[in-house]
């Protein structure tokens, strides 16, 4: 099991954060095409399955997968989108992001009156704080090992 | 077990085929005094619930009556404007009927088209080389299948979150369009599918399954 990256936006679809462990790949773009890329698929998808839906959907859309890899998505009230792609048989990533969210999020940048919201996260005791989190959740399995 | 629909898109992104098996009808009616305790907006000629929801009444249903009279689009059939209308106190009470709006041919080919770059970019934002694209897509509410051959069709089935097995299903399906879509003289490549053969087999396969479970197709 292995976490490849994180993606952290606004509501505005800003990209608050970036982080990558494991990543083979890399898009050929820059990381700001990328997140924008990334961004409008989601909000691509979010309508997509708000339409589709065949009953009143209330958290709506929460992953999906391929053959290589899974997206989850988190989206919290505020409109904050917390967004990790694992494997595919990775599990309870969703409580982890929920994790992510309360305890690093709201801990680090919310309760930080030097952490401006809305703007991308410069501050390394969250930073540091996340690269945690990741790493001893069961999820988080190095390749190399 | 419940099978929600089925949607083919050929190489190109056009909806070719679509088969709504068991949608679920979500309709309330309530007398309302005045003023409404709910919110309505005007949106994409139609109205819609953009606040208060209760008894059942969800943001985002549509208007589909007043008193009995059907709505459509803004207006009543004989040309009164509904918003204009519940805001004279002297009409109420008044009977409304809300329900989900049902999606329309012409937005299950606009949806269909806009899965095929949502497939596209997945597969190209892949922290992994040579992805695919979508394969599963879950929401709370349900989880579509996505089944791409390798000529490029794309076989959707849009189920409960809990029906197991549809990945088989989208293959048989596939089974099924190259038995008697493929094979009909009649029919042509990347065209809508209209082969009645097509049709009752699939019928009777989304019948089975949702009875008596994917194990015995």
Same mark, same amino acid.
């Given at each position: 099991?292995?976490?490849?990256? %994180? !993606?952290?936006?606004?509501?505005?679809?800003? &990209?608050? @954060?970036?982080?990558?462990?494991?990543? =083979?790949?890399?898009?050929?773009?820059?990381?700001?095409?990328?997140?924008?890329?990334?961004?409008?698929?989601?909000?691509?998808?979010?309508?997509?399955?708000?339409?589709?839906?065949?009953?009143?959907?209330?958290?709506?859309? %929460? !992953?999906?997968?391929?053959?290589?890899?899974? &997206?989850? @998505?988190?989206?919290?009230?505020?409109? =904050?989108?917390?967004?990790?792609?694992?494997?595919?048989?990775?599990?309870?990533?969703?409580?982890?992001?929920?994790?992510?969210?309360?305890?690093?999020?709201?801990?680090?940048?919310?309760?930080?009156?030097?952490?401006?919201?809305?703007?991308?996260?410069?501050?390394?005791?969250?930073?540091?704080?996340?690269?945690?989190?990741?790493?001893?959740?069961?999820?988080?399995?190095?390749?190399?090992? | 077990?419940?099978?929600?629909?089925?949607?083919?898109?050929?190489?190109?992104?056009?909806?070719?085929?679509?088969?709504?098996?068991?949608?679920?009808?979500?309709?309330?009616?309530?007398?309302?005094?005045?003023?409404?305790?709910?919110?309505?907006?005007?949106?994409?000629?139609?109205?819609?619930?953009?606040?208060?929801?209760?008894?059942?009444?969800?943001?985002?249903?549509?208007?589909?009556?007043?008193?009995?009279?059907?709505?459509?689009?803004?207006?009543?059939?004989?040309?009164?404007?509904?918003?204009?209308?519940?805001?004279?106190?002297?009409?109420?009470?008044?009977?409304?009927?809300?329900?989900?709006?049902?999606?329309?041919?012409?937005?299950?080919?606009?949806?269909?088209?806009?899965?095929?770059?949502?497939?596209?970019?997945?597969?190209?934002?892949?922290?992994?080389?040579?992805?695919?694209?979508?394969?599963?897509?879950?929401?709370?509410?349900?989880?579509?299948?996505?089944?791409?051959?390798?000529?490029?069709?794309?076989?959707?089935?849009?189920?409960?979150?809990?029906?197991?097995?549809?990945?088989?299903?989208?293959?048989?399906?596939?089974?099924?369009?190259?038995?008697?879509?493929?094979?009909?003289?009649?029919?042509?490549?990347?065209?809508?599918?209209?082969?009645?053969?097509?049709?009752?087999?699939?019928?009777?396969?989304?019948?089975?399954?949702?009875?008596?479970?994917?194990?015995?197709?």
């Amino acid at each position: 099991m292995t976490v490849h990256n %994180l !993606y952290i936006f606004s509501r505005n679809g800003v &990209l608050l @954060y970036y982080a990558e462990w494991n990543r =083979l790949n890399k898009s050929g773009i820059t990381k700001e095409e990328e997140a924008k890329l990334m961004y409008g698929m989601l909000f691509s998808i979010k309508s997509f399955v708000n339409k589709i839906s065949p009953l009143d959907p209330k958290e709506g859309f %929460l !992953y999906y997968k391929t053959s290589k890899y899974t &997206l989850h @998505y988190l989206e919290t009230p505020s409109g =904050l989108k917390f967004v990790i792609n694992t494997d595919n048989i990775s599990q309870n990533v969703r409580q982890l992001l929920q994790q992510l969210y309360s305890q690093v999020y709201v801990e680090y940048v919310v309760k930080n009156p030097f952490c401006q919201l809305n703007e991308p996260i410069q501050s390394e005791v969250f930073k540091s704080k996340l690269d945690e989190l990741i790493k001893k959740s069961p999820i988080f399995l190095n390749r190399s090992l | 077990m419940v099978v929600y629909g089925v949607y083919i898109v050929s190489k190109s992104g056009g909806l070719i085929f679509n088969y709504d098996h068991n949608v679920p009808k979500i309709e309330h009616e309530r007398t309302f005094t005045y003023p409404l305790d709910i919110k309505l907006i005007n949106e994409n000629k139609k109205i819609v619930v953009s606040f208060g929801q209760r008894d059942g009444i969800n943001v985002g249903h549509v208007l589909m009556s007043v008193n009995g009279n059907p709505v459509v689009g803004k207006e009543l059939e004989d040309g009164t404007d509904v918003l204009e209308y519940l805001n004279k106190p002297q009409n109420f009470p008044v009977t409304l009927k809300f329900g989900r709006a049902k999606m329309t041919t012409n937005e299950k080919i606009f949806l269909a088209s806009m899965f095929y770059p949502l497939f596209a970019i997945a597969s190209q934002l892949s922290p992994e080389p040579r992805c695919s694209g979508i394969e599963v897509l879950e929401a709370d509410t349900f989880r579509l299948y996505c089944f791409q051959t390798l000529t490029g069709v794309k076989f959707m089935i849009v189920a409960e979150p809990s029906q197991a097995g549809m990945d088989i299903l989208t293959k048989r399906v596939y089974e099924l369009y190259a038995d008697y879509a493929l094979k009909n003289p009649f029919y042509s490549l990347d065209m809508p599918i209209r082969c009645e053969l097509f049709d009752t087999h699939l019928v009777n396969l989304l019948e089975t399954v949702e009875k008596s479970g994917i194990s015995n197709v």
